[in-house]
């Protein structure tokens, strides 16, 4: 449609529209110019493990930036070998639902399966206790958490991570807990890190990447903390699939960690104008709940009024009033008869985009 001359606004892809701050790319041309340009250990460089480590360490958690880091492509590979690594053939995975789309198949390519707990879109766990404990079984090695939550910008409490950190202790299995957003949180809402609960560094994977924070998700760098078993069977995996991330990449990641985190500030303040903005315009349409994101940068309003399913729903938006967006369906049980909205993007892009589909929507309230 682009191709074709449609003005698509786009508000579909998790991926910030804003560029990476210059100092962080000024790194990279450093980088490539002293010819940063070959492979690194398969760990990642040490400059970049210690990097994760001291801005950890700002956070409270003490990490080995020799044992216990790895650098990897982006998250998702940092989740794929979690899953490679802990799971063999049949083994299960209890995944609070919706939730990103990547988790289930990544567990199915590593010979695992999903076992998908309906949680709600206002993701309290606490309220779904017993159909999580029911979700266990002999199968079940791991549990996922992701918090600040895509694709519902829920924040976890306290008491929802202590009952996951009680399934992990009472039935041994570990948390995978993708803390991707944990910088991005708006009003009084802040990221708790389960690792730093009582006895848990050695029952949980943390994964993380510079792609939102620092708006690089081109670049592929991320990174898992976890004992040191696991990541030395993820390095091993690693080096098989995919050696180690780039090496300018890396490189330009030490800037972004221990550099200024103003442009960390002025993201999340973009994203908080533009999220006010789209709560807003939502609010003009009757019957409709969005539950108000605490975190990340995504809406997840709940059509089911309107009675389309979110497939052809977010069709139509893009055929017929020029804005992109994600189908609810893709997020897992509980997900259908939503859809996702990425705000992370200038303002007067959000407020356009967010228009295009109220009014939409309202032109389907009044022929329903
Ligand atoms: N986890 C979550 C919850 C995400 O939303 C995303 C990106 N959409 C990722 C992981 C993967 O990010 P990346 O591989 O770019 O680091």
Redesign the pocket.
């Known amino acids: 449609m682009a191709e074709g001359g449609d003005q698509l606004i786009h508000l579909d892809l ?1 991926d910030p529209a804003f560029p990476t701050p210059s100092h962080i790319v000024e790194a990279a041309y450093r980088a490539l110019k002293a010819g940063q340009t070959h492979y690194t250990e398969s760990r990642g460089l040490r400059e970049f493990r210690e990097a994760v480590a001291w801005s950890e360490k700002r956070l409270g958690l003490e990490v080995d930036p020799d044992r216990e880091v790895l650098a990897t492509l ?4 940092g ?1 794929y070998l979690a899953f490679l690594a802990c799971l063999g053939r049949g083994d299960e995975v209890v995944v609070p639902s919706p939730c ?1 789309f ?1 988790y289930p198949q990544s567990i199915r390519l590593a010979g695992g399966r999903c076992v998908y707990v309906n949680v709600g879109d206002e993701l309290r766990l606490t309220e779904a206790e017993e159909a999580l404990k029911q979700a266990i079984s002999r199968k079940t090695r791991m549990i996922v958490v ?1 918090t600040p939550h ?1 694709p519902t910008g829920a924040v976890l409490n306290v008491e929802d991570l202590k009952l996951v950190r009680d399934l992990a202790l009472d039935h041994d299995l570990m948390v995978l807990s ?1 803390e ?2 944990k910088y991005i949180t708006y009003d009084s809402a802040s990221h708790t890190c389960i690792a730093k609960m009582p006895d848990m560094r050695e029952k949980t994977i943390l ?1 993380n ?1 510079l ?1 939102k924070t620092y708006a690089m ?1 081109g670049w ?1 760098i ?1 990174y898992v903390i976890a004992p040191k078993q696991i990541i030395d069977t993820m390095e091993r995996l690693q080096t098989f699939i995919a050696a180690c991330p780039p090496a300018f990449a890396q490189a330009a990641a030490v800037e972004a960690l221990r550099g200024s985190q103003k442009c960390v500030e002025e993201l999340v303040q973009k994203c908080d104008q533009a999220r006010k903005i789209a709560l807003n315009l939502l609010k003009e349409l009757e019957n409709v709940r969005c539950p108000e994101p605490r975190g990340a940068f995504y809406l997840f309003p709940d059509l089911s009024n309107l009675g389309w399913e979110s497939t052809p729903l977010t069709q139509a938006l893009r055929e017929k009033a020029k804005v992109s967006t994600m189908p609810g369906v893709m997020f897992g049980p509980g997900g259908e008869y939503h859809i996702r909205i990425s705000y992370a993007a200038p303002a007067e892009q959000v407020r356009e985009g967010v228009k295009r589909i109220v009014s939409f929507l309202k032109s389907l309230q009044k022929t329903s």
């Open positions: 998790g982006g998250a998702s590979m989740i990103w990547v992701n895509n993708d991707i957003y994964v990447s792609s998700a592929r991320g």
